[in-house]
Each structure stands twice: as structure tokens, then as C-alpha cells.
């Protein structure tokens, strides 16, 4: 049953967050008199002794520490003497660990927060230097229209700038304060909660002592912020592993985040892309296993939520690989210009002889029909849809002209989507800088 339930494996992690909310405890019973001035320095110079120790890595575990909380006590009890045992009136391990967990995840979501900030800086940049190339688009991974290559890598910048913006949003329900809510009725000797709140650098305190030590909405929406992000990345794997294969081949990646296959030599295999869409699944597993486990709980604190620190810890540990390496992938890759330019093909054209007609007041409705039936004459002819002349597809329809050859341009096409959000160069290149805009407005 030791063993069981022991989680001082895994929850040592949390060790200097365990040590800030003590000094603020520390501080707060001084202040409401519970402690002398003197008791609450010595108590906190002990826990800065600690703390040396952990960063000196000298640290000595005892069988007998259950978790990071009473071996952080007993040693200060072995430090300063029976004067430690002050520490702990009027709170309990259930405020405690919920604090450390929210001060814990406070500070790696800063870490997170800067590589996401870093994965939309580079494909920003990638955007501008590369406006000029030109690619084919798809819907249900057909050939669909042409668009710029910054249009598609900007379109992954959206979604990157989204989940940034969740992250912000949450961050806000994380920095809350659960200490000075006890075990469950709340602390009976007036701790100051606001300046343990301000001296932790956290925006706020919980407002019901109840709920503060049973709340794990904040693991939970960590990981599902963590799920949707891994979502975004699996989907832009997915592009690029699809991009660098040898039937498309319109990106190369660095030899850095590839291998090379155990038996055939000719292979390059995309791996940092296939574990970043694997790793998703994972990602999305802690998430659901979590969940399941807050759905039965009755009120307040539960053992049951020794369960929250594993799932978070490993989702937490994945974005930090994960992330860095989504960035090293974006950074190092090169892209084939001519084999996107021979993947155009002039049926992606289809469209844009549509509006061609719509141009010259023929309703859209019809006009697609129209130009549906050019699409049939070249299949039937096995030739190029921009093979069709003026003379072909007079007959279609009154209103074609001779200016109908304009229409087979690849670069024209992505010209007149000039709406914003559109892929026209300088659509694209206002994306770009609202981007860097937003960027610039951050913390």
C-alpha cells in the first residue's frame, strides 16, 4: 500500500513550487500573528536551504517521503528543528498540491507559450521570403485550385495563432490561489489570501474553499488545449509528410529530421513529422483518460486526483518535444518550386472559366455548367483543358471571346482572389503582416 500510494517518483518535479507556496504560507501566518516574525524567517530560510539543495541536486530522499510535501517538511524539520511544524497550520496537503500544481503549470505553459510564438514566427517569415511560389491546392486531397504556397503555410499560422489565444484564455484560470482553502471549510485562522496570491505572482484567489481543493478544470483544459494544438500539428505532418513524398515531391526535409530506412537506401523517411502526428493520439489519450476519472468524484478533495499529475506531467513533456521540433522541421525544409509548378494543371483552371463567363453577366449557375461541359470535351479529346480554343468553346456559350486564352494563367488565378484572406501576393503579404502585427502586441 506504501508503494501504491507513493508519488513522491513523480511529483518531486514540483519541488520548487512546493517551496514558493510554503514561503508565502510562512509569511502569511506571521502576518496574522499565528507565527512570531522570527519563526516565520527562520521557516523560510530553511526552505531556501531546500531549495539550494534540490538545485545542487544533494537532495536525500527517505523511504518514509510520501510525496514532495513531506519530504520537503521533514527535511525542514531536520534543518530548523520542531519550529517546522508550524509550517502546516491551517492548511492541508489538498490546498497544498493543488497550489503546486497550478504555480507548476503556470510556469510551463511560459515555456510552451514561447515555442508556439516561435513555430508562427517562422512560418511567417517563410511566407514573406516565398510569396512567389505558386501550388496547387486541394479539397479532399484532389487537385482543386492554385494558390501560394505563403497562403498554405499561413493558413497553419491561423490555427498555430488560435491555440495561443486558448492558452492565454486559460492561463488566466490557472493563476488562481487555492491556498488557504484547508482540507475543504477553509483556513480558521485569517491568512491573508490576496498577498499570498500577489507574492505568488497569481492574479487571483479561489472564491470557495470546497471547490479550490477538488478543481482539476485547469489539468483538464491544459489537456485539451495540448489535444486541439497536437490536432493543428498532426494536420500540418499530415501536408508536409504527404508534400516531401516522391509522387508530389514538393518539399525536401533536412537530412536532420530524417532517416533513413533500415533496408532500402533510396528511402528518406519524414519521422519527426510521423511522431508529431503520433504523438497526438497520446496527447489525446491523457486528456480522455483524465476526464474519466473527474466524471464519478464525489465533492472535494478525492485520492482519485493523484491521478491528475502523471497525464499532465507527460502531456506537458510532449509539447516541449514536440514543439521545438515542429520548428526545427519548418525551419529546415526546402521547397521544390518546378515540381509545384508541374503538379498545375489547367483543369484547376475550371473555376476561374467559370467567372470568366460570370464576368460577362452570365449567372454562376449556369456558367459552371458551361464550363463543366469544356472540362468534358478535353477529357474526351485526352488533351489539356487550356488546350480548348476560343473556336472550341464558342459553341458552349455566345458570350465567350477571344480574351478567353487569358484565362489559362496560373498566376492570374491567384491575382484576382484579392479579398482579404485571399491568396492573391498582396492578400497574402496583409496576412503576413497582421501576423507580425499581432506578434509584435505580445507579451
Known amino acids: 500500500m506504501e508503494a501504491f500510494n507513493r508519488s513522491m517518483g513523480y511529483d518531486q518535479r514540483m519541488w520548487r513550487q512546493d517551496i514558493q507556496g510554503s514561503r508565502a504560507f510562512a509569511a502569511a501566518l506571521g502576518k496574522a500573528g499565528i507565527i512570531t516574525d522570527e519563526e516565520a524567517t527562520e521557516i523560510r530560510d530553511g526552505l531556501s536551504k531546500i531549495q539550494e539543495e534540490w538545485e545542487n541536486g544533494t537532495f536525500e530522499e527517505k523511504p518514509s517521503d510520501e510525496d514532495i510535501h513531506s519530504a520537503n517538511e521533514r527535511r525542514l524539520t531536520e534543518l530548523i528543528g520542531s519550529v517546522a511544524g508550524k509550517l502546516h497550520t491551517g492548511r492541508s496537503r489538498n490546498d497544498q498540491v493543488a497550489t503546486d500544481m497550478r504555480l507548476w503549470l503556470r510556469d510551463e505553459i511560459k515555456v510552451v507559450r514561447a515555442h508556439m510564438m516561435q513555430l508562427i514566427q517562422t512560418a511567417t517569415n517563410r511566407a514573406e521570403a516565398e510569396v512567389d511560389v505558386i501550388m496547387p491546392g486541394y479539397t479532399h486531397l484532389q487537385p482543386a485550385q492554385p494558390v501560394r504556397w505563403s497562403h498554405w503555410l499561413m493558413s497553419h499560422a491561423s490555427a498555430w495563432q488560435r491555440d495561443v489565444q486558448r492558452l492565454d484564455d486559460l492561463t488566466a484560470r490557472v493563476e488562481m490561489l487555492p491556498l488557504g482553502s484547508g482540507a475543504l471549510a477553509g ?11 500577489q507574492e505568488l505572482g497569481l492574479r487571483g484567489v ?6 479550490a481543493v477538488s478543481d482539476r478544470d485547469f489539468v483538464a483544459e491544459f489537456q485539451f488545449w495540448a489535444s486541439l494544438t497536437m490536432v493543428h500539428l498532426s494536420r500540418w505532418s499530415e501536408d508536409l509528410i504527404l508534400y516531401c513524398s516522391g509522387e508530389f515531391g514538393f518539399v525536401k526535409m533536412a537530412d536532420a529530421y530524417s532517416t533513413g530506412s533500415s533496408l532500402m537506401p533510396q528511402k528518406k523517411n519524414p519521422d519527426a513529422l510521423e511522431l508529431l502526428r503520433g504523438k497526438s493520439g497520446r496527447v489525446m489519450g491523457h486528456m480522455t483518460g483524465f476526464m474519466i476519472t473527474m466524471k464519478g468524484l464525489p465533492s472535494t478533495y478525492n485520492k482519485d486526483l493523484q491521478e491528475d499529475k502523471e497525464p499532465l506531467f507527460d502531456t506537458v513533456d510532449t509539447m516541449h518535444g514536440a514543439l521545438p521540433v515542429a520548428v526545427g522541421v519548418l525551419a529546415t525544409l526546402s521547397v521544390v518550386p518546378e515540381r509545384m509548378q508541374a503538379r498545375l494543371a489547367s483543369e484547376m483552371l475550371a473555376t476561374d472559366l467559370a467567372e470568366y463567363l460570370v464576368r460577362k453577366g452570365v449567372p454562376f449557375r449556369q456558367t459552371h455548367h458551361i464550363a463543366g461541359d469544356a472540362v468534358r470535351i478535353a477529357e474526351e479529346r485526352g488533351a489539356e483543358l487550356s488546350s480548348l480554343t476560343y473556336e472550341d468553346l464558342k459553341p458552349l456559350h455566345e458570350a465567350f471571346e477571344e480574351d478567353v486564352v487569358e484565362v489559362w494563367n496560373f498566376e492570374r488565378s491567384v491575382e484576382q482572389r484579392d479579398v482579404v484572406g485571399g491568396t492573391s501576393r498582396r492578400a497574402v503579404l496583409e496576412q503576413v503582416e497582421k501576423m ?7 507579451p
Open 187 to 197: 483556513n480558521p485562522f485569517g491568512v491573508d489570501r490576496a498577498q499570498m496570491a
Open 206 to 211: 479561489t472564491p470557495n474553499s470546497m471547490d
Open 436 to 442: 507580425r502585427t499581432w506578434m509584435e502586441t505580445q
